[in-house]
């Protein structure tokens, strides 16, 4: 299991340093707020390609691989970066890098689950190489960002190779199935509207951050006060009921998407980042819990949710082509109210269960 946990860091390390530093090249490359927002579009609609297709596929093969290549994949798309001279190269280079991205994360979390349910621990994991990659940005000459994440992840998927155990397990459905949508779509719905509200702040939010009188080193230890607040949380939540854990995290979020639009200075952010954890890390953490407990189909129930993301982003770009002209507050509040109605979508509905016919055959393991 150390070997998934180590995974897990250090692939999120990498990706994150490089999705905070891109709003930055974008915009010393002249974009403003709405082709910022298209840019993380682009790259979360490669995702969420990427990961139904592998999340399902990895349903049917051997798990390890699923994520090997993956990682080895996101290795090359992110040494790739250093080539995008322009804000068209940079689209071309998130396209990529959102095809191979894609790949592994979904799998990977089906892998971790099939041999323990802290689930709780794991993504704590991922959130403090979030927290690692964003602090370290600010650290690392601009130049040497991308090469630097590049070789990470092809480290990272070399030690994946060595210590992950194969994993091979097979679904007696159909590849085309709609089962999991069919019993979890409430779950993926709520989770939509709150996360299309919070994508459309974070294409924008380090710029934001920046127009608030924040420096590039400021604007990582900013971002990395979430992630590392989610470590903790991540732990000291793992016991607490996935229906608690999601209406705190619905709750939560609208409440700091409120107050990011009353901010003057971005030392106020501070504060609010550090509750803006404890909201990703209860949400995060209650949905995915709920997807794993009643979807037997695990690497697809948690590619559709990387999907959800993916999408959320999507949604978030093109919503913030319209909440953009009402300026900063008004992106803030309308996420705010989409935090909300994700929140009473989620009181109104409960997903179903698995029956029994719906359940795979047992993961063989071969080491």
Known sequence: MLTAYAVQLLSNAGLMAVIVYVPLLASGYGANS??????????????????????????YGDRK???????????????????????????????????????????????????????GRFTG??????????????????????PLAAALMAGTAVFAWAGLKHEHVRLEQPFLDTRVLRRSWPIYLSFLLRHIGAFSI?????????????????????????PFG???????????????LIILGFVLSAL????????????????????????????????????M??????????????????????????????TGALGYRGVMFTAAGLAAAGGILHLAVRPAGASHADRPRRPRNRD
């Open 256 to 291: 700091v998407f409120l107050a990011f639009g009353l901010v003057t200075n971005f030392k106020q952010v501070v504060p609010i980042q550090v509750v803006l954890a404890l909201s990703w890390s209860c949400l995060y953490l209650g949905s995915l819990r709920e997807l």
């Open 202 to 226: 974070w294409s924008i939010f380090p710029v934001f951050l920046s127009d608030l009188g924040a420096s590039r080193l400021w604007v990582g230890i900013v971002f990395a006060i979430n």
């Open 293 to 322: 407990r009643v979807n037997p189909e695990r690497s697809t129930a948690a590619g559709m949710f990387q999907s959800v993301l993916s999408l959320s982003a999507v949604g978030g770009a093109l919503l913030l082509g319209l």
């Open 34 to 59: 709405q082709q910022i927002g298209l840019l993380v579009a682009c790259y979360q609609s490669a995702i969420l390609l990427s990961s139904v297709v592998f999340g399902r596929w990895a349903d």
């Open 65 to 119: 691989l699923f994520v090997v290549f993956g990682l080895a994949a996101s290795a090359a798309a992110l040494g790739a970066h250093v080539f995008a001279r322009n804000l068209g190269g940079l689209f071309l280079a998130r396209a990529l890098a959102g095809l191979c991205v894609g790949v592994f994360p979904a799998v990977l979390m089906a892998y971790f689950y099939d041999r323990s349910k802290l689930l």
């Open 125 to 146: 994991f991922g959130s403090l190489g979030w927290g690692i990659g964003a602090f370290t940005l600010g650290m690392v000459r601009p130049e040497w960002v991308f």
């Open 230 to 244: 989610q470590v903790l949380f991540m732990n000291l939540l793992e016991k607490v009921g996935e229906r608690m």
